[in-house]
């Protein structure tokens, strides 16, 4: 199944509220176990998750955070040089598709 980085950056005012908001109203899978932090007032919360497709992903983080969640497939290393179009690296990640 594909893997997805979640990724939800607001600001940290913003972010407090809505992060209270989605555990008391919906028992917020996202906002209770993803990886959070701050810096320069911006909060961030991170989170991989196995989903279905990118929508299905999506629906992981609560509505009122969606619209600042970035979706970002995954795939190893050794997937993207087999999927890759383009020449080998010469660089020693070669071996790693051995």
């Given amino acids: 199944m594909p893997r997805y980085l979640l990724e939800v950056s ?3 005012i913003v972010a407090a ?7 008391r109203s919906h028992g917020s899978h996202f906002a209770t176990q993803a990886d959070w ?3 320069h007032g911006v909060c ?9 497709n990118r929508a299905t992903a999506l629906a ?4 009122g955070m969606r619209t600042a969640a ?8 050794v997937a993207a040089i087999e999927t890759s ?4 690296p010469t660089d020693g990640l070669t ?3 051995a």
């Fill in 37 to 39: 932090h701050r810096k």
């Fill in 44 to 52: 961030t919360g991170t989170m991989v998750v196995e989903a279905e």
């Fill in 60 to 63: 992981i983080v609560p509505p």
């Fill in 70 to 77: 970035q979706v970002f497939q995954l795939q190893s290393v």
């Fill in 95 to 97: 071996a790693l598709a």
């Fill in 17 to 23: 509220k809505r992060i209270d908001k989605a555990v």
């Fill in 85 to 88: 179009t383009a020449p080998a």
């Fill in 10 to 12: 607001q600001p940290e």
